[in-house]
């Protein structure tokens, strides 16, 4: 890519081109099912968990520069094959968080919600 | 949240507003340290990685309606959690995928990196 | 198995056995390749997190009867996927176990490592 | 740890003491709340998967030795985190995989799990 032209990329819809062109041109895509795509979104989501193993709460909420570093790199990594499963199976990524959000509002209204741990504080539905 | 329209969510700067909202309603936010969160996103990434774990690389490319929705659900979790994270380590997610992808073709140049699989077929960089 | 007597299992070898037995009687050994264990392996250790992600470290210290049975079985699946994974790579589990501790203690000797936390607190050699 | 002689591990219940003297003797004690351990065990399960991500089932199945070794160092990790984790919880995994196995047998009957995959393929119940 020797005369590539960085640009900015402003929405989901163009981050998922821009992966897409990325994998085409390295011939990649006969390695991206969506089995092995998840199993590389895990892997991605253990590097970003990784940096947090021996810390406390509080010290997560204060990391130095180059573990902040760290970390971003490491959310870019869950964000690029989450967007790259979700172009091969054809899922609006924004679409589906404002469903699920919708959804778990109904599940954990929001007077049984309150300050209550455990189950309740999940945004997932299982 | 007895009177709440759903809006449309049109981009991950509105998500993360709503996510916040949502937290912030349900008085969640003392549960979302960055460390909790990232474990969360693990949660989900395996939820993701479920439905797929005996499936064929084929059959992963041909879901049912039902397992797609299924998907669909786990995949939005996953996005859910990440924009969360995002928020509270004050990280742009677009801007993080941006750099991240240009780091990639960097190191994995068009012509080395075409058709080659493992380590090379990867997009984060370790 | 109507008639099965439920025999004390009283090592990892017997163990192997047993699940070999079991998955041979279900026919499932066409799903356990290796690539559908550690999917299957990642997906436990993940429902084993899951219980943990939002308890403060003093809670997890302290689990009720019922968090307790249910970290226990889920303590189980992972030793029964890594079990199975290592029959069918030929691969001895304490022997793996007894070299990664003397590989460790070459690479945390007791001096550098007292007290130190982050990469220094891994078990893991990366 | 100078004039350690390294000796065979036989069992789990040794292997479970000589972690918890190499954990003792580098004070990582304060480290090892169940929390924390079953990130890291999540941290080696990701570990494990990472080699297998881009394989096909039948390049699973046939290891070059090198992978066959790194696959061995994740394996043993799992074990020790397992083994640690299972002592600070005062669990025995044997007896926690037999109880598991016991359960499995009636939830997944021979005459009905024959061959069937997806979920009944499952060694875990949920």
């Known amino acids: 890519m020797p ?11 163009t981050l998922r081109l821009r992966i897409r062109e990325f994998a085409q041109a390295r011939a990649w895509e006969s390695y991206h099912t969506p089995k092995n795509l998840v199993m590389a979104l895990s892997v991605e989501a ?5 940096p947090f193993q021996w810390l406390t709460a509080e010290q997560s909420q204060h990391l130095s520069a180059d573990q902040h570093e760290a970390v971003r790199q490491e959310i870019a990594d869950v964000l690029i094959y989450l967007t790259r499963l979700a172009d091969l199976l054809d899922i609006d990524l924004l679409e589906a968080a404002a469903d699920k959000l919708a959804l778990n509002a109904r599940k954990y209204p929001v007077e049984k919600a309150h300050g209550n741990a455990l189950k309740s504080t999940d945004f997932s539905n299982d």
């Open 3 to 13: 005369a590539m032209i960085p640009h900015k990329i402003d929405s989901l819809a």
């Open 46 to 50: 253990a590097e970003l968990l990784e």
